[in-house]
C-alpha cells in the first residue's frame, strides 16, 4: 500500500487541523493505520492509532482529548483531527499502516510510510 498525507498547514494557536492519508491499492481495511509526528531535532513519536475496522484506537497520553483518528474504508483514507493546537504541537506529521495486527505505537510496527505534512502552530 502506498500512503499520502496531506492537510498540514500553518494555523495559529487554538486553530483546528485534519490531516488526511490516502492509501492506493486494494485492501486498504487490512491495514492497521497510525500517525507519527516529528519535530526538528527529536525523534519520531507515536501520534495515535487506529485498527482494521475502527473498533480499537490507542492515543498518545498527552493528545487524549485533543486529537481524535478516524478512518473510512470506502474511501482508502484515514484522518487525524486535531483541534486546540499549541505551538509544541509543530510538526511534520507521518501517516503509516501495517498489515493485519492490533495497533501499535512503535515505528518499528509499521512497514508502510507516506511522506509527511508540516503543521506549523503559531502562537
Known amino acids: 500500500v502506498q500512503l499520502q498525507a496531506s492537510g498540514g498547514g500553518l494555523v495559529q494557536a487554538g486553530a483546528s487541523l485534519r490531516l488526511s492519508c490516502a492509501a492506493s491499492g486494494r485492501a486498504f481495511s487490512s491495514y492497521t493505520v497510525a500517525w507519527f509526528r516529528q519535530a526538528p531535532g527529536k525523534e519520531r513519536d507515536f501520534v495515535a492509532s487506529?485498527?482494521?475496522?475502527?473498533?480499537?484506537?490507542y492515543y498518545a497520553d498527552s493528545l487524549k482529548g485533543r486529537f481524535t483518528i478516524s478512518r473510512d474504508n470506502a474511501k482508502n483514507t484515514g484522518y487525524l483531527q486535531m483541534n486546540s493546537l499549541k505551538p509544541e504541537d509543530t510538526a511534520v506529521y507521518y501517516c503509516a499502516a501495517q498489515f493485519s495486527g492490533p495497533v501499535k505505537t512503535s515505528t518499528s510496527n509499521y512497514g508502510y510510510w507516506g511522506r509527511g505534512t508540516q503543521v506549523t502552530v503559531s502562537s
Open positions: 487506529i485498527n482494521q475496522n475502527g473498533g480499537s484506537i
